[in-house]
């Protein structure tokens, strides 16, 4: 998944940037935001498939920070598998 995305960003002359946070600090107020600027990064790509920590879902939306989440079926900005479908 992610070399296709790397390999459809560069042919657009984009690039992805790697960040792997434990969820101590993706539930911190003040952590995710600041990752993004260090970064310099436009937004997030969020893969979880399941417990996702709830206070980073709140910091997301209060925060308002551009993010899509893979592999997990949210109301809205998500990418995921139909594997009902799929069987």
Same mark, same amino acid.
């Given at each position: 998944?992610? *070399? &296709?995305?790397?390999?459809?960003?560069?042919? #657009?002359?984009?690039?992805?940037?790697?960040?792997?946070l434990?969820?101590?600090? /993706?539930?911190?107020?003040?952590?995710?935001?600041?990752?993004?600027?260090?970064?310099?990064? *436009? &937004?997030?790509?969020?893969?979880?498939?399941? #417990?996702?920590?709830?206070?980073?879902?709140?910091?997301?939306?209060?925060?308002? /920070?551009?993010?899509?989440?893979?592999?997990?079926?949210q109301?809205?900005?998500?990418?995921?598998?139909?594997?009902?479908?799929?069987?």
């Open positions: 998944l992610w *070399d &296709g995305i790397h390999d459809a960003l560069a042919e #657009r002359e984009y690039h992805l940037t790697l960040c792997k434990p969820d101590e600090k /993706l539930t911190d107020d003040g952590v995710v935001p600041k990752v993004l600027r260090e970064l310099m990064a *436009d &937004g997030l790509l969020i893969d979880y498939t399941h #417990r996702i920590p709830e206070r980073m879902v709140e910091l997301i939306r209060n925060h308002q /920070l551009p993010a899509i989440w893979i592999n997990s079926r109301e809205s900005d998500c990418v995921y598998p139909d594997d009902y479908d799929a069987a």
